[in-house]
């Protein structure tokens, strides 16, 4: 079983900062890249930010690019999304997803995390 959990969302006026954790557990192999997704009401999930192990890159969504960080600390299996000058467009729920090689399979899978609400209003 492999899990990710999500934390650190939340309520924050416009200009404000919130910082996302996401840890994954379980029967691991090796983690390929994490990252952030979110979805906000009636529109479709988008990428927001991810980070490959391997060679640490990182890639954003274009809304974000210049607000948000993303940093992983793969010794704990953990990713954490910094987000700077939030503003209302940025509420949704945002969701953590891994790519990586759990004991039980042997290949790639995709592993979602649960969702953290994050609500930017005044």
């Known amino acids: 079983q492999v899990q990710l959990v999500e934390s650190g969302g939340g309520l924050v006026q416009p200009g404000g900062s919130l910082r996302l954790s996401c840890a994954a557990s379980?029967?691991?192999?090796?983690?390929?890249?994490m990252g952030w997704y979110r979805q906000a009401p009636g529109k479709q999930r988008e990428l927001v930010a991810s980070?490959?192990?391997?060679?640490?890159?990182?890639k954003y969504g274009d809304s974000v690019k210049g607000r948000f960080t993303i940093s992983g600390d793969f010794a704990k299996n953990t990713v954490y999304l910094q987000m700077n000058s939030l503003n209302p467009e940025d509420t949704a729920v945002y969701y953590c997803?891994?790519?990586?090689?759990?004991?039980?399979?042997?290949?790639?899978?995709?592993?979602w995390g649960q969702g953290t609400q994050v609500t930017i209003s005044s």
């Open positions: 997803k891994s790519v990586l090689i759990p004991r039980t399979a042997w290949s790639h899978q995709s592993y």
């Open positions: 980070i490959t192990k391997s060679s640490g890159a990182t």
């Open positions: 379980g029967s691991i192999y090796n983690i390929v890249d």
